[in-house]
């Protein structure tokens, strides 16, 4: 091991020179607006709690309630022993909020991702795919071993001269809705139409617009007002849900499919029972609580007036996704520490999350926040404006 752990050491100490070392800071309290690390409390601008739905009481209830009485584990894969009624019954309803004939949970959308992507594609088959996407989309394709045409972010004339030139057994377009760390969003209209056009699968990781998007909350397809057209939609738990896991919606063609194809569904132990039964509780209140997506649009929508006032780089159109572009990774970490010494909790993000020369810090507003938080944090740009802009 002792050569081994040299490299280890080595190769973390060239990332601290680089200013990309990461490390992980505790909080002592929930990941709630006011999160305890240490001896203080901060406002914290960095979780995906957009709608403030995490220890909502309905939620809490549901997921209690299954424990007690489908317990802690679901036991074993699906395929096995695990397929408890309560996942039949989620996911009947999982698809009908997103629009979709049928659904799939799993632990995490990371496992969703890499696993369904690689079971839809494979050898000889290729994928397109947005060049912003999530990790989770990456890895999923290079596990496919299909060929990967990487497309410019949100770029459909550049999709279809691909579309036009590369042939292949089966073809599949995938891209984030919402992108995670720009907040923008991808005309999946157009996209939908373009995939038909060229006989493609589609296939939307929808993680960031789940509770958001459209009228309901149910994401981008509501959004766009797409109905009945043949796509497939993975949301997550974790984010604006306020729970866990993941759904993923299709036909029932391809929910048969994986469930016969997809190694991260046959070989890995269903989800807890808590995941099932709060997804299904958090949509009831994601749909009844509508006010929660307007309060969190009016924050966002302030928030990046206010980034906009202060002429600093962010998206071109406001979500609750914000992001304060300042290229240089050590820039980015200086201002998350300043923002840190202010009680503000907003973490600097670096290659590889996002491009060389584009680190940033990234805001997320949720339903929790209030105006003063907000202008807290543009007073303290404000203050640093000089060292921002140079
Ligand atoms: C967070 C995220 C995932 C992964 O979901 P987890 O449930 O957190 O594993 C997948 N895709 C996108 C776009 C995400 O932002």
Redesign the pocket.
């Known amino acids: 091991m002792r050569s081994f752990n040299e490299y280890l050491n080595r190769y973390l100490e060239d990332l601290k020179q680089k200013q990309l070392y990461r490390n992980m800071e505790v909080l002592k309290s929930g990941c709630h607006r006011i999160v305890h690390i240490g001896k203080r409390s901060f406002i914290n601008f960095c979780s995906n709690n957009y709608l403030g739905l995490n220890g909502h009481s309905d939620i809490r209830k549901a997921m209690i309630e299954s424990i007690a009485k489908w317990g802690t584990s679901s036991g074993a894969s699906r395929l096995i022993s695990g397929d408890l009624e309560l996942f039949e019954i989620a996911e009947k309803k999982l698809a009908k909020f997103k629009g979709l004939e049928a659904s799939l949970i799993f632990p995490?959308?990371?496992?969703a991702?890499v696993s369904i992507i690689s079971s839809l594609v494979g050898e000889g088959d290729i994928v397109f795919s947005d060049e912003l996407n999530?990790a989770?989309?990456i890895d999923g394709c290079r596990l496919s071993k299909a060929r990967i045409i990487i497309y410019k972010h949100r770029d459909f004339f550049d999709l279809k001269k691909k579309l036009e030139s590369e042939i292949g057994k089966r073809r599949l377009i995938v891209t984030?809705s919402v992108f995670?760390m720009d907040g923008d969003i991808a005309n999946i209209k157009e996209l939908v139409d373009i995939a038909e056009r060229y006989d493609c699968a589609l296939l939307i990781?929808d993680?960031?617009a789940t509770g958001i998007l459209g009228k309901n909350g149910s994401g981008s397809l509501e959004h766009y007002g797409i109905k009945g057209r043949d796509v497939m939609v993975l949301a997550?738990?974790?984010?604006a849900l306020g729970v866990s896991?993941?759904f993923f919606c299709s036909s029932d063609i391809v929910r048969k499919y994986l469930i016969n194809r997809c190694r991260g569904f046959i070989y890995s132990t269903g989800a807890i029972p808590a995941i099932p039964a709060g997804l299904m509780a958090s949509i009831e209140v994601v749909k009844k609580e509508g006010w929660r997506r307007e309060r969190l649009k009016s924050l966002y929508t302030y928030f990046w007036r206010g980034l906009k006032d202060l002429g600093l780089s962010t998206s071109e159109e406001p979500s609750h996704i914000l992001p304060l572009i300042l290229g240089d990774s050590e820039k980015a970490i200086r201002v998350s520490k300043k923002l840190y010494e202010k009680g503000i909790y907003a973490r600097a993000i670096r290659p590889p999350t996002v491009p060389e020369n584009s680190s940033r810090i990234r805001f997320c507003i949720t339903a929790e926040h209030n105006y003063e938080d907000i202008e807290i944090v543009l007073q303290i740009l404000k203050k640093n404006l000089d060292y921002i802009l140079n």
């Open positions: 995490s959308g990371y496992q991702n999530h989770s989309i984030d995670s990781d993680a960031h997550t738990g974790g984010k896991g993941a």
